[in-house]
């Protein structure tokens, strides 16, 4: 499987952007598909996640009400749509993927990468 992640950029605070990660190689496998950030210094931390299905949802508590994971299975992508963005949401953004029903909510539990997006929010 091959991710290639995109749609970071440079946006203000309080403005938007629409990351998109692109999977390759999956044909007929069910995956979930993860976010994750990281900042310079800091561990790469999840963002959010969703199954194959869509059904199952998750995001971290710091960007509930402003992020939004969806996929697109008929195009093998998942987007992740970044709303009211602040300073502290600047970070390397990864698109991950793993063959599991549920998705994870660590590093380890993703067995694919993509190469990462940064995304700089700042005035």
């Known amino acids: 499987v091959q991710l290639q992640a995109s749609g970071g950029g440079l946006v203000q605070p309080g403005g938007s952007l629409r990351l998109s990660c692109a999977a390759s190689g999956r044909a007929g496998s069910r995956y979930s598909m993860g976010w994750f950030r990281q900042a310079p210094g800091k561990e790469r931390e999840f963002v959010a996640a969703i199954s194959w299905s869509g059904f199952s949802i998750q995001y971290t508590d710091s960007v509930k009400g402003r992020f939004t994971i969806s996929g697109d299975n008929a195009r093998n992508t998942v987007y992740l749509q970044m709303n009211n963005l602040k300073p502290e949401d600047t970070a390397v953004y990864y698109c991950?993927?793993?063959?599991?029903?549920?998705?994870?909510?660590?590093?380890?539990?993703?067995?694919?990468w993509g190469q990462g997006t940064q995304v700089t929010v700042s005035s």
């Open positions: 991950a993927a793993v063959k599991n029903y549920d998705p994870p909510q660590t590093v380890k539990g993703y067995d694919y």
